[in-house]
């Protein structure tokens, strides 16, 4: 997989998601975990304690009932307490060792009846912190640091008469204790009952949790990173075959539009590279048309010269009507370079429009006196409505005269004997000029092509002054349309008026 593409980076993003959603799930659930067991124990030793301080007070004095009280130096208060470290209270009489025997039989029985992961045992302590024990002759199985320990607790805790919840290790070992004062809840001597366990196995069923958790995070990484190679795959596929599209229009190669499924977010981008194909094809093909029909323009003054030069050469043309014919003909070369050269221009972008507020009424009334000359040599009659009241429009005076001269001059050059000029306001933001003549009209297979360079109609010249008029009129914000109308051929204009009040 290369780097640097979008199939990559969505690969990569994936797979650090992946990363920091294990970590983050592995971190919490332990967390979580460690924090509900943790309550969990607490509580189930306190289920334990409790069910083993009732069956202790309970069943007590049945197994005691020589027991004598504490002597007077030795009781306890609330704050303070005397301890032997790991002492035992010796029990000689075979009656009462059997009695305690039997005692803490019961109580080991009272500690099974939760059901309870933990492997909970006790120790029993006298009001002077010693150590009850049924056998003095046989082995103590509680481990003397365990002792120590829970000695050490109650000796350094400030009261003593509250119950006190302990987590310590010992021997690589954890425990967890619950000690549970007695002493002022009976007459029998016993002091202090310590619940204890070691929870070596809990800690064991967390491991085991954790790998299982860790497999079944590992196994859902690979399916999510499969799943997510595939889709960064499909996503970056329409960019290869975007990228393809644009090669071949690059080689000019405009007939083909992009057909393939893709997602909304690309949809419009599709969209418009297709409708920039179609017009880069348009534009291909009208360019090959304008190279072509500039030739054919070119062509026929360059012949007729030509045959005029080699006639006044070889003397067989009166040299005076070449002369005049070869001069009618570059001067019908040099308007058209003109034109084609302003056409240019203002298709390029850095022709710039001097826009100023311009009188509309002004431009139109000069429009009309440029071409008054044209129109009496051809015997046509213009009127036009343009009242003395100020329209104010911006854009540039000396395109816009010139784009009205060109649909004037095409309209008395197919005039029969009027062409009419009105001029009326749309509304409050545009007005509308309409010039008309009272010729044959467009034919229907003209109006589509009307505005194109070089389409010429009959008795047109080089077919580019209404094409340089539209052009004009779309850049300063306006439109332009031509019809036939009841009399003959009608062209509109409508363009943006300026508020005087701004």
């Known amino acids: 997989m290369k780097r640097d ?27 979580v975990m460690h924090l509900y067991i943790e309550k969990d124990i607490v509580a189930q030793l306190n289920k334990i304690a409790s069910n083993a301080e009732d069956t202790a007070l309970q069943h007590g004095p049945d197994f005691f009932p020589n027991a004598p009280p504490a002597p007077p130096h030795e009781a306890q208060d609330e704050n303070k307490s005397t301890f032997h470290d790991n002492t035992t209270v010796p029990i000689e009489d075979t009656h009462e060792s059997n009695d305690l025997f039997r005692y803490y039989f019961m109580l080991d029985h009272s500690l099974k009846k939760p059901l309870t992961l933990l492997n909970a045992d006790f120790i029993l302590l006298d009001e002077n912190g010693d150590k009850i024990i049924p056998f003095p002759d046989r082995p103590d199985f509680t481990p003397p640091d365990l002792m120590k320990q829970v000695i050490a607790e109650i000796h350094n805790s400030k009261k003593i008469n509250q119950e006190q919840y302990i987590n310590f290790h010992l021997s690589s070992s954890e425990y967890v204790a619950i000690i549970k004062p007695v002493f002022d809840k009976n007459s029998f001597g016993l002091g202090w009952i310590i619940i204890y366990s070691d929870i070596q196995k809990i800690n064991q069923l967390k491991l085991v949790i954790n790998i299982i958790l860790f497999l079944i995070l590992i196994f859902s990484a690979l399916i999510t990173t499969i799943f997510s190679s595939r889709v960064s795959k499909k996503i970056s596929e329409p960019f290869f075959h975007l990228n393809q599209h644009i090669s071949n229009i690059s080689e000019r190669n405009f007939g083909h539009k992009i057909e393939m499924p893709v997602y909304d977010e690309l949809r419009e981008f599709v969209n418009n590279i297709n409708v920039m194909s179609e017009k880069l094809g348009i534009h291909d093909k009208a360019q090959k048309t304008f190279l072509q029909n500039v030739s054919h323009e070119f062509r026929t003054p360059l ?20 002369v005049e014919v070869i001069l009618s003909e570059i001067k019908r070369m040099t308007h058209l370079v003109e034109d084609l050269l302003y056409l240019s221009r203002l298709d390029a972008i850095e022709e710039n429009y001097n826009y100023s507020n311009l009188n509309f009424n002004d431009l139109l009334n000069s429009c009309l006196q440029r071409m008054s000359l044209l129109a009496q040599n051809e015997n046509i009659n213009i009127s036009s409505n343009i009242s003395s009241d100020s329209i104010i429009v911006s854009g540039d005076e000396e395109k816009l005269s010139r784009a009205i001269d060109n649909i004037l001059s095409n309209c008395i050059r197919y005039a029969d004997r009027v062409v009419k000029l009105k001029l009326k306001t749309i509304d409050d933001n545009r007005i509308s000029i309409s010039i008309s003549d009272d010729g044959p009209g467009f034919k229907d297979s003209d109006l589509s092509n009307i505005f194109e360079r070089f389409y010429k109609g009959k008795n047109g010249n080089f077919g580019l002054g209404l094409s340089i008029s539209k052009n004009i009129i779309e850049k300063l914000n306006g439109k332009i349309s031509a019809k036939n109308s009841a009399s003959g051929a009608l062209f509109i204009i409508e363009l943006p008026l300026v508020n005087v009040s701004d």
Do not use: C, H, P
Not at 5 to 17: A, D, G, L, P
Not at 304 to 320: C, F, L, P, T, W
């Open 5 to 31: 593409t979008i199939k990559w980076r969505f690969f990569k993003y994936n797979i650090f998601v992946i990363i920091m959603l294990i970590t983050f799930t592995a971190l919490v659930f332990n967390l």
């Open 303 to 322: 012949m007729s010269i030509q045959s005029y030069a080699e006639g006044i050469k070889y003397e067989v043309i009166d040299s005076n009507s070449a």
